[in-house]
Structure formats: C-alpha cells, structure tokens
C-alpha cells in the first residue's frame, strides 16, 4: 500500500469516526495544503492535518501556518497516530495541547 493510500484510509477513518458522533466532516481531497478534513459544529470551524504517524516537524509547520494566518476564525488540529492510539494537538502561536481522541471528539462537539 502507498504512502498517498495509507494516508487517504485514514483520513477516511478520522472522518468517519467524526461523522458518527453528528458532526459535518469535510475532506479536501489532493489539496495538500494545511487542512485534510475541515470540521463544522455548534461551536466553530476546525482545520485538521492528519498523519499516520506523529511529527514534530509538522506541528512546528503548523504553528508557523497558525502564526502567519491568525485571522482565520478556526481551531487548527494535529491529528495523528502514536503506536496504536491516535491523539491530537491543538495548534497555538507558541504552543501547543495535547488531547486523547476522546477528550479532542468532546472539543469538538461542545458548544
């Protein structure tokens, strides 16, 4: 399997999981820019970038984006698998949270 269809099956799972807790998934397709899938809830618009496998590199990456673009009016999200968990940053400034899948679903769907 290549790395492109690696990386498609998981976004399609992130998406999927997401759909079945009632929230409006978006996937941008081949657009390799800095949202994979954009979320829509009561509460906001999330971007999210998605990995197979976590980076430190993309999250700085992303935090330069958050910088240079900060008037977006959205969260920016690091999603990605750590062994066999999957885990989320949320992508500040000068920083950075980390959350479980279920505490980053709970963010999501609140409001």
């Known amino acids: ?3 492109y269809h690696k990386g498609r099956r998981f976004e399609y799972k992130i998406k999927g999981l997401l759909q079945e807790k009632g929230l409006v ?3 941008t ?3 390799h820019g800095f949202a994979d899938l ?3 809830s009561g509460r ?7 990995s197979e496998v976590y980076s430190a590199k993309k999250e700085i990456e992303l935090m330069h984006f958050v910088r240079d673009y900060s008037y977006l009016d959205g969260a920016v999200f690091f999603v990605y698998k750590r062994g ?3 885990e989320a940053s949320q992508i500040f400034v000068f920083g ?3 959350y479980s ?3 980053f679903i709970s963010i999501l769907k609140a409001g």
């Open 25 to 27: 998934v978006l996937r």
């Open 1 to 3: 399997m290549t790395k």
């Open 29 to 31: 397709a081949g657009s």
């Open 38 to 40: 954009i979320v829509l």
């Open 101 to 103: 899948l279920e505490e």
């Open 96 to 98: 950075l949270r980390r």
């Open 84 to 86: 066999k968990d999957i």
């Open 44 to 50: 906001g618009v999330y971007f999210l970038q998605l």
